[in-house]
């Protein structure tokens, strides 16, 4: 088997309980693949794992940026390959958990990310939308095709890439890099296993949501509130939780507003994930015990 699985799904599917238990089986190590959990101080939130069980099983991409931070995708990556070669480089296998499909094919898959230029960018930033996709064509006149030209965030990035890389968004399409991402071949082999609690998924995610409000997520979000940047203040719990904290919301409405935002971030996992072929669905157990069971029998097929 290879050294590395992949435990997937929508979020409040109970994957990180049975990555526990299986990288206590294996002596493994643990690389989270969750957009909020590198962010200090977000642990109630994000469901981070406790102290407690980060000290008896390594885990990684937790806790590495401030909350005030962009950690970006690029950023990202080369952390968590690097983790997990280090893993591998102590003979160990890795296990890899979360509910971010990017953040999981960032990883295992060849993604390639241009160069930045902070002055070129507040330069791009400073110029008409008009002449910044006049400016594209004229270096690439097949951009359209690749690049949306009505969203200038995305022709300020194809614009900063070339300043930058010298590469039109037509190379970088018709790289061998990309034609591997949307194959699906991965730069790091691994088995990839997915945990989807189907028609339970909303009253799960209700029980997750009282949970964390019981644990303190209200007090947590009004200790990180002037710390949390523009990335962090988005994540859900946090997001919601904020006006309450300012006293413009009440903490019932919020409380249902976590709920169907807690709902509507696993729909969209769900379907994220179902696309990728190499993923193999457990059957759902509404008992982790049946569940881990099934992953047993998953991963010795």
């Not at 952390?79 to 591998?88: N, P, T, V, Y």
């Not at 400073?126 to 030209?149: I, K, S, Y």
């Not at 300043?163 to 071949?185: Q, W």
Request: charged share 25%.
């Amino acid at each position: 088997m290879t050294s590395v699985v992949a435990l997937v799904g929508p979020t409040a599917s109970g994957k990180s309980e049975l990555a526990m238990r299986l990288a206590l089986q294996w002596d493994a190590e643990i690389v989270s693949v969750d957009s909020m959990q590198v962010y200090r101080g977000m642990d109630i939130g994000t469901a981070k794992p406790t102290p407690a069980e980060q000290a008896v099983v390594p885990h990684h991409m937790i806790d590495v940026a401030e909350p005030a931070d962009e950690y970006d995708v690029a950023t990202f990556q080369v952390a968590a390959r690097s983790a997990i070669s280090g893993i591998q480089a102590r003979g160990k296998r890795a296990i890899i958990v979360g509910g971010s499909g990017l953040h999981l094919r960032v990883t295992v898959d060849p993604y390639t990310f241009g160069g930045h230029d902070v002055e070129v960018r507040a330069d791009l930033e400073a110029a008409e939308p008009g002449d910044l996709v006049a400016r594209l064509l004229e270096v690439d006149p097949d951009a359209g095709e690749v690049v949306d030209l009505a969203n200038p965030r995305r022709v300020i990035r194809a614009l900063e890439i070339h300043a930058v890389d010298g590469a039109t968004p037509t190379d970088r399409a018709r790289a061998p890099e990309r034609r591997a991402v949307e194959a699906y071949e991965p730069l790091i082999p691994f088995v990839g296993i997915g945990v989807d609690p189907g028609e339970d998924l909303a009253d799960r995610a209700r029980l997750r949501v009282d949970g964390m409000l019981v644990e303190g997520l209200l007090d947590e979000v009004e200790e990180l509130a002037p710390h949390l940047g523009r990335t962090a203040g988005q994540a859900v719990g946090y997001k919601e939780l904020l006006p309450v904290v300012l006293g413009t919301e009440d903490l019932w409405g919020a409380q249902e507003e976590i709920v169907r935002n807690t709902v509507a971030l696993a729909r969209r996992q769900r379907t994220y994930f179902r696309r990728d072929p190499r993923i193999t669905w457990l059957p759902w157990h509404p008992d982790v015990d049946e569940r881990y069971t099934a992953l047993e029998e998953a991963l010795d097929a």
